[in-house]
């Protein structure tokens, strides 16, 4: 991060390890340093417990001002993603400032650690808690914008929650409170994370937030730093290539429509990108919704779905074949009724034997339910050959009783 006002002595600066500040505050070991300040571990020697020191590095009486005003700033804000701050104090021509402190590692120490995009729906998780920490920030009396949002400031709790860290760059409109004055803002940015007016020093605004996550949720899904605005910018007057691929291109499981919203938070243009926190995150929870829509919740859908399409198809025949098995065989038995019944009609018509009414309506009942299987074709063909064969049998009755004259 380059600011101005840097002094060539604050190495000399540094607090040592087991230290004791204000006869409180022990130093057990140093956590970071930037060109602003660096942070320390220490234990309260008071209440027990483990807080984070941070110390202004600069004998810049401005700076002191600023570094005063981010610990004002922090202590009025109450949100689970900011820290709190307790304490302000100067000791030795140091000024130091007390906060909570957040255990685990940054996210910029973990993609060293494990290089390669992270899981899409952690940083979708962590996205929704940084975007409701924005709206707070940004809907605040005094109107925060963070302006240094960046893998280096996000901190990642044992319990999965995400924290974000280090105000020093952060600028607040409306009057300022009671006992703090009004000091001017410093000047600075992270190159790959900054908007193009924040490089510019052209004026910062919520939009300037929602483009710095957004390089930052980039380079978690797609494990590639982004190229920085400027370079963004003079590829387009020289007319070369957009050095910022669709994110999707570059990590396929980010998938097309994250691809999307992540391009529109990094427009060049503040006009083009969310126009709020809100909108930034709606997005996000719209997507998240989609995909959610498209997960089968029922545990037994569940279970078919994990098995292999052979299987499935498998299954389906097995329960498929016994039902067609079972009607097979019934309408095949029908028809040889049927056949049968045909027949014993037609040895009667030849040897002119004529049956009781009784035995014709058994042998009828008989073939009557098992013709009930047979398809429209059969069933009126049978119809037809019953029809055909009582009218036989009427005209060979007639010729019985009355005998045709010699």
């Known amino acids: 991060m380059f600011t101005q006002n840097q002094n060539d002595s604050r190495a000399s600066s540094l607090v040592s390890c087991d230290t004791i500040l204000q006869s409180r505050y022990r130093i057990v070991r140093q956590l970071g340093k930037g060109g602003m300040g660096a942070v320390y571990e220490a234990v309260d020697l008071r209440l027990g417990h483990s807080v984070a020191v941070k110390q202004t590095l600069t004998q810049d009486e401005a700076l002191w ?9 922090l202590a009025q804000l109450n949100h689970p993603v900011l820290p709190r701050v307790s304490d302000y104090f100067t000791e030795g021509r140091r000024a130091f400032f007390v906060m909570q402190f957040v255990e685990g590692d940054d996210l910029a120490a973990m993609i060293k650690q494990q290089p390669g995009p992270f899981p899409r729906n952690a940083v979708i998780a962590w996205a929704d808690q940084l975007l409701d920490a924005l709206i707070y920030l940004h809907s605040h009396d005094r109107q925060i914008i963070h302006r240094d949002i960046k893998p280096h400031n996000l901190k990642i709790t044992s319990a999965g929650k995400i924290a974000l860290l280090d105000f020093g760059l952060a600028t607040s409109q409306g009057l300022p409170s009671e006992n703090e004055s009004k000091c001017r803002s410093i000047f600075g940015y ?67 429509d994250l691809s999307a919203i992540l391009s529109r938070a990094m427009a060049q243009n503040p006009h083009e990108r969310y126009t709020s926190a809100t909108e930034f995150r709606e997005a996000l929870r719209r997507l998240g919704r989609v995909d959610e829509s498209m997960i089968e919740t029922d545990p037994h859908t569940a279970a078919t779905d994990s098995t292999s399409y052979e299987e499935r198809d498998t299954t389906v025949l097995a ?34 034997w004529k049956l009781p009414a009784t035995a014709t309506q058994e042998v009828a009942g008989m073939a009557a339910p098992a013709s ?35």
């Open 319 to 352: 329960s498929i074949q016994p039902a067609n098995s079972s009607r097979f065989a019934s309408r095949t038995i029908a028809a040889i009724l049927v056949i049968l019944l045909a027949s014993f009609g037609v040895f009667c018509r030849y040897y002119q």
């Open 190 to 256: 992270s190159p790959r994370y900054a908007p193009l007016e924040q490089i510019q020093d052209l004026g910062t605004s919520p939009q300037s937030d929602i483009y710095a996550l957004g390089a930052t949720l980039y380079h978690l899904l797609t494990g590639a730093k982004p190229p920085d605005a400027l370079t963004r910018a003079t590829a387009l007057i020289t007319s070369r290539p957009n050095p910022l691929k669709p994110a999707h291109e570059i990590n396929p499981a980010v998938g097309i």
């Open 372 to 406: 009930a299987e047979i398809n429209a074709d059969v069933h009126s063909s049978t119809k037809s050959d019953r029809l055909s064969m009582r009218s036989s049998k009427k005209k060979e009755s007639v010729r019985a009783e009355y005998p045709r004259e010699q």
């Open 65 to 73: 001002q600023q570094f005063e005003h981010e610990a004002r700033l």
